[in-house]
């Protein structure tokens, strides 16, 4: 191997694999099985590293990898059907309807269930979820990475990613109204897309 290629190892190596375990938990919540999360993390970075003469140093290394693995899940995934059906939804609602109490016990949920546990549960309502919500909640919720970052690596304006992590949180407390009810937490029985009450 000649001294350019090792200096580009070298450079790969330095600014790429610190970011593995954290692409490691985002391709596992993606595809819901670890072995297909290992496929999509070599695949990941087997495409980081092939391309890695476009990545600009000094930039944002992490986004520009979940960036390369969300498009490598979306275009195998979508491939091999395992996709869930897009959920229809109006990406235009404002951030001030997402202000107030709703968001507020809508956080409060999110934060008390830990997402780290990987429950059966979590991880199959997480999996299930329409991809475009999956990523944000995924990359907020379970990784806190801020809102300008989920837009850099999602490539959408923090508007959207404020929205989608809101429809997508919404969809997920449904899903897991039995659950938290299992683990003793005072749910509504009829609880609105758009509205959240949660007695905590």
Do not use: C
């Not at 919540?29 to 087997?46: H, I, P, S, V, W």
């Not at 890695?52 to 986004?63: E, H, S």
């Not at 300008?148 to 429809?167: D, F, K, N």
């Not at 749910?187 to 609105?192: K, S, T």
């Amino acid at each position: 191997m000649n001294a350019e290629a090792n200096t580009k190892n070298d450079r790969f190596q330095e600014a790429m694999i610190p970011h593995m375990d954290l692409l490691y938990n985002y391709a596992f919540y993606l595809t819901g099985n670890r072995d297909n999360a290992d496929d999509l993390l070599q695949e990941t970075y087997l495409k980081a590293f092939r391309f890695f003469d476009k990545f600009q140093a000094g930039t944002n290394a992490k986004a520009w990898l979940y960036r390369i693995m969300r498009n490598a899940y979306i275009n195998e995934y979508r491939r091999l059907k395992r996709l869930p059906d897009l959920v229809e939804y109006d990406e235009r609602l404002s951030a001030y309807q997402m202000e107030g109490r709703d968001q507020q016990s809508l956080n409060d949920f999110v934060r008390t269930i830990d997402m780290e546990m990987v429950d059966d549960e979590i991880a199959e309502a997480l999996s299930s979820l329409p991809e475009k919500f999956k990523s944000v909640i995924v990359l907020r919720d379970v990784q806190d990475l801020p809102y300008e970052e989920i837009a850099e690596a999602l490539e959408i304006p923090v508007g959207t990613v404020r929205s989608r992590l809101h429809r997508g949180r919404g969809i997920l407390f449904n899903r897991l109204r039995d659950y938290a009810r299992s683990r003793g937490y005072e749910v509504p029985e009829n609880v609105a897309h758009a509205e959240f009450a949660m007695a905590m």
